[in-house]
T-cell receptor, first 114, second 113 residues
Framework: AQSVTQPDIHITVSEGASLELRCNYS??????LFWYVQSPGQGLQLLLK??????LVQGIKGFEAEFKRSQSSFNLRKPSVHWSDAAEYFC????????????FGKGTTLSVSS | DVKVTQSSRYLVKRTGEKVFLECVQD?????MFWYRQDPGLGLRLIYF???????EKGDIPEGYSVSREKKERFSLILESASTNQTSMYLC????????????FGPGTRLTVL
């Protein structure tokens, strides 16, 4: 069975600084990987996803993530954080198997300081 | 745009009541999902459905049931609500292939008193 670990529960970053949110997954084959963002009081919005091809994927709002098979990781990055990026971020893994659902990590809360 | 709607944003019920949470999607997606979200626990899968009248248990199905009589509608049922079911409930839908994203509704915050 697949699983996801987000080691950081809460991160604070200064506005304008770079950001990296960590995600490690466990799955026997090549997984489908997703990052979602949830702003306060809102539903989940997809930032980006990886399922094949180039291991560096670009998403919305200036985010990118890199799939590293050797490290079982899919870390999310942004070169310069804006105050509006303060939110909760979820990494999710999906299996290449019919009749399965995404498995989510516990989330990382991002605070942005001025 | 894909739209997933949930019948209520906020709901307050009493212990022992039967509770229905409704979810409707407008993109003809085969797959639909119910998660609950709790602080520090992330999203946990309760049930999902990959076709009309089909359902699969997720990680935490105890105390819940589901119904999918029409493709666009997926209902979560709490047969006898308990205080430990106070939570945020999120519905999602997705096309059949697993590499597609899941589209989420805005959530229903349920409080059981």
């Amino acid at each position: 069975a697949q699983s996801v670990t987000q080691p950081d529960i809460h991160i604070t970053v200064s506005e304008g600084a770079s950001l990296e949110l960590r995600c490690n997954y466990s799955y026997g084959a090549t997984p489908y990987l997703f990052w979602y963002v949830q702003s306060p009081g809102q539903g989940l919005q997809l930032l980006l996803k990886y399922f094949s091809g180039d291991t560096l994927v670009q998403g919305i709002k200036g985010f990118e993530a890199e799939f590293k098979r050797s490290q079982s990781s899919f870390n999310l990055r942004k070169p310069s954080v804006h105050w509006s990026d303060a939110a909760e971020y979820f990494c999710a893994v999906g299996a290449n198997q019919a009749g399965t659902a995404l498995i989510f990590g516990k989330g990382t809360t991002l605070s942005v300081s001025s | 745009d894909v739209k997933v709607t949930q019948s209520s944003r906020y709901l307050v019920k009493r212990t022992g009541e039967k509770v229905f949470l409704e979810c409707v999607q407008d993109m003809d997606h085969e797959n639909m999902f119910w998660y609950r979200q709790d602080p520090g626990l992330g999203l946990r899968l309760i049930y999902f459905s990959y076709d009309v009248k089909m359902k699969e248990k997720g990680d935490i199905p105890e105390g819940y049931s589901v119904s999918r009589e029409k493709k666009e509608r997926f209902s979560l049922i709490l047969e006898s609500a308990s205080t430990n079911q106070t939570s945020m409930y999120l519905c999602a839908s997705r096309p059949p292939d697993n590499y597609n994203e899941q589209f989420f509704g805005p959530g229903t915050r349920l409080t059981v008193l």
